[in-house]
């Protein structure tokens, strides 16, 4: 079971540049996450996705867009990267009920020099 | 805001012990979940438990479990018997107002020694 696919898995990035971080999962899951990890930080919210065709925005959603492709893929993209959006991303996906536990990916390590 | 308070940065256990990590939470809601992940060094993030509010009994899972103190919106972690796997950082979070995503304390990284 492949459950939460991210990718790139690490990614070296200009000040300026265009990136989008892919996500996939293959557990038929209506919703969909993006968060970001910096040291004593704790996890933040970028985007989510409650079901296909919906986006809402999270905690720290600024130089962030997202696009909820189809049920299955989930993209966040940084449109001009800032060093100041150096952290470690992490897709997340769950079924339907606030009891469900969030499956995450592996992450993306993305750093913006 | 909702928020989740994590108070111990860093906890340290010894093999075969019991180690308690702390977990306070803010929320006007009644009804919410309530989780405990476990992110160890490669990084992937590991469900370790869940809690119910409208549960008044503890949740456990083999070697952990909780105490969960609705009035004092405290959901704290006990790992029982620790084992040098359980190194790792564990992060506390709580569904939001609306249930449709967590918000997640700064987490707590636990050292496991021999």
């Known amino acids: 079971n492949a459950g939460v696919t991210q990718t790139p898995k690490f990614q070296v990035l200009k000040t300026g540049q265009s990136m989008t971080l892919q996500c996939a999962q293959d557990?038929?899951?209506?919703?969909m996450y993006w968060y970001r990890q910096d040291p004593g930080m704790g996890l933040r919210l970028i985007y989510y996705?409650?079901?296909?065709?919906?986006?809402d925005k999270g905690e720290v959603p600024n130089g962030y867009n997202v696009s909820r492709l189809n049920k299955r893929e989930f993209s966040l993209r940084l449109e001009s990267a800032a060093p100041s959006q150096t952290s470690v991303y992490f897709c997340?996906?769950?079924?339907?009920?606030?009891?469900?536990?969030?499956?995450f990916g592996d992450g993306t390590r993305l750093s913006i020099l | 805001a909702q928020t989740v308070t994590q108070s111990q940065p860093e906890m340290s256990v010894q093999e075969a012990e019991t180690v308690t990590l702390s977990c306070t939470y803010d929320t006007s809601e009644s009804d919410y979940y309530l989780f405990w992940y476990k992110q160890p060094p490669s990084r992937q993030m590991i469900l370790v438990i869940r809690?119910?509010?409208?549960?008044?009994q503890n949740a456990t899972e083999n070697r952990f479990s909780v105490n969960f103190q609705k009035a004092a919106k405290s959901f704290s972690l006990k790992i029982s018997d620790s084992q040098l796997g359980d190194a790792a950082m564990y992060f506390c979070?709580?569904?939001?107002?609306?249930?449709?995503?967590?918000?997640f304390g700064k987490g707590t990284t636990l050292s496991v020694s021999s």
């Open positions: 997340a996906s769950k079924e339907v009920g606030s009891n469900q536990p969030q499956h």
């Open positions: 557990m038929n899951h209506n919703s």
């Open positions: 979070a709580c569904t939001n107002q609306a249930g449709t995503a967590l918000i």
């Open positions: 809690q119910e509010a409208y549960k008044q």
């Open positions: 996705s409650a079901s296909e065709g919906t986006t």
